[in-house]
């Protein structure tokens, strides 16, 4: 049978079956023969399966994927919604550049939602808006309000969304809003330390009522971009594609370069200093792991 790996905890894949109704599912385990090939069943996969029984089955394939992010492992996603607060947990610019390139390398649509519209005005807000409003699709939106939901929800309709972002930025509290009677444990952010507490432990995916289903994702605070595979980091920059055929060298990487083209538009305020200070940041980060 074919079906849909829509929940993933400790080798344990949840798979429900190609057409059929919510709540039928299957418990299944991943072939042996995976581990040898170093293959990963991930939420979102389409899988070929086995029952063992009424509840219980074997994955015994992968069907090719459209798209793989490791972070967080996710497949097959439509359109990758890099969720932030406005303030509690304050928006971390270098996790979302960070996640807008991964989105990039994955060859997926990306957006950005603002949560927590009521903690912050307008004002403040635009720091953020202002860098990413000619870049990705926003979405400004007050779970706590109900103000954005609706547009929210009309710009994810149909599609296979998948929420990603710090923890505590409200995900699961977004899909209780947008899925009536769903009830995902939400969790507090530490008044201290102004962090989310890690409530969301596993990826998850729900079915909207817009005809989509919506990825829930555990909350991270950090992590690099994998190295290896980035040959060309600033091509993951949509603002500096346009740059990169014009700078004096080649190899040109667009930190100290004389003559590079990427810099003189940092310089004539048309790549935003933030997204670029991501940039190199990501940059050191892949040089480094490359060097090992
Ligand atoms: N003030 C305010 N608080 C909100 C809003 N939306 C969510 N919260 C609160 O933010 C906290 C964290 O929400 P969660 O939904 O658990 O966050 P999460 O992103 O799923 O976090 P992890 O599962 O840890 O990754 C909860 O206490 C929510 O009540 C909002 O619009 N305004
Ligand atoms: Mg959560
Ligand atoms: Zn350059």
Do not use: W
């Not at 190609?18 to 709540?23: D, K, S, T």
């Not at 009522?209 to 971009?225: E, H, L, Q, R």
């Amino acid at each position: 049978m074919r079906g849909l790996i829509f929940k993933g905890v400790g080798g344990f894949y949840s798979v429900r079956p190609e057409g059929a109704e919510r709540g039928v599912s299957y418990l299944c385990r991943a072939r042996g023969i995976f581990k040898k090939y170093g293959l990963t069943p991930t939420v979102g996969d389409l899988v070929d399966f086995d029952a063992l029984d009424d509840e219980e089955g074997v994955v015994n394939d992968i069907l090719p994927r459209r798209n793989l992010f490791v972070r967080p492992p996710i497949a097959n996603v439509d359109i990758f919604v890099v969720m932030i607060a406005a303030a509690n947990p304050a928006p971390n610019l270098s996790v979302v550049d960070k996640l807008l390139v991964s989105a990039e390398m994955a060859g997926t649509e990306a957006m950005i939602c603002i949560n927590k519209t009521d903690l912050l005005s307008q004002d403040k807000l635009r720091r953020v808006t202002d860098i990413y409003a000619e870049l990705y699709p926003l979405a400004e939106i007050c779970c706590a309000g109900g103000a954005g939901i609706e547009n929210l929800s009309a710009m994810l309709a149909g599609k296979r969304s998948a929420l990603a972002g710090p923890s505590g930025v409200g995900k699961s509290t977004l899909i209780n809003c947008l899925l009536g009677g769903t009830e995902l444990e939400t969790g507090t952010v530490s008044g201290r330390t102004r962090r989310g507490r890690h409530t969301t432990r596993h990826v998850e995916i729900f079915d909207t009522d817009m005809g989509g289903m919506i990825f829930d994702t555990p909350g991270f605070t950090s992590f690099a971009v994998a190295g290896g595979d980035v040959s060309d980091l600033a091509f993951l920059f949509p603002e500096m594609r346009e740059y990169l055929g014009d700078c004096r060298f080649d190899d040109c990487r667009h930190l100290k370069e004389p003559g590079c083209a990427v810099l003189e538009a940092l310089a004539l305020g048309r790549i935003s200093v933030s997204r670029y200070a991501s940039y190199v940041t990501m940059q050191r980060e892949i040089e480094e792991k490359s060097a090992y």
